[in-house]
């Protein structure tokens, strides 16, 4: 039995946030908010479930409810923070290095996302953390631009990804 306990208000949220988790994975089940907890639903929660290391049953336990909202909230910050994105220059961190966890490597990743639509070495995972995957993007980003490649970002390679992002039209 799902701890959502087929109540159709709570199934069309996490419908919801699964079909906007969904975005983040090429591969992610399609997801209609409809209410019913059927086998397309089940089949996005165990995907979900995979991707996250939790119990794969295709219910939606407490630990699984938990995390999809977490995970739902996570992805709307980082569009929001979307919504404004300074030149490097107004940052008072310096460089992003990797390591780092900041607001501004969420804006980080969705740049990476946008100009990945030309190279899909660049598509990042959304975390707000700078890790080995991120890192990797960053130094594929430098050597396709002809910088030197030291997995850090400083205010060039920002205001650079900034433009190439925005001749994508976020198109995320």
Do not use: C
Request: aromatic share 12%; proline share 2%.
């Amino acid at each position: 039995m799902n701890f959502i306990d087929q109540k159709e208000e709570v199934i069309k949220d996490v419908q919801k946030w699964l079909r906007t988790i969904g975005r983040e994975y090429p591969d992610f089940p399609e997801v209609f908010i409809d209410g019913i907890y059927g086998s397309e639903t089940a089949e996005a929660v165990a995907f979900f479930q995979r991707k996250k290391g939790l119990q794969v049953t295709g219910n939606i336990d407490r630990e699984t409810f938990d995390s999809l909202y977490s995970e739902y909230l996570r992805i709307i910050r980082a569009s929001r923070i979307l919504g404004f994105i300074p030149k490097f220059e107004e940052y008072t961190e310096g460089e992003m290095r990797p390591g780092d966890v900041l607001d501004d490597i969420f804006v980080l990743q969705l740049l990476l996302r946008a100009v990945s639509l030309d190279d899909n070495d660049l598509f990042v995972e959304i975390n707000g953390v700078f890790n080995e995957e991120t890192e990797k993007a960053v130094r594929k980003l430098q050597n396709k631009i002809g910088m030197t490649e030291n997995g850090r970002v400083n205010g060039e390679l920002w205001n650079m990804l900034v433009l190439l992002a925005d001749k994508q039209k976020f198109n995320i």
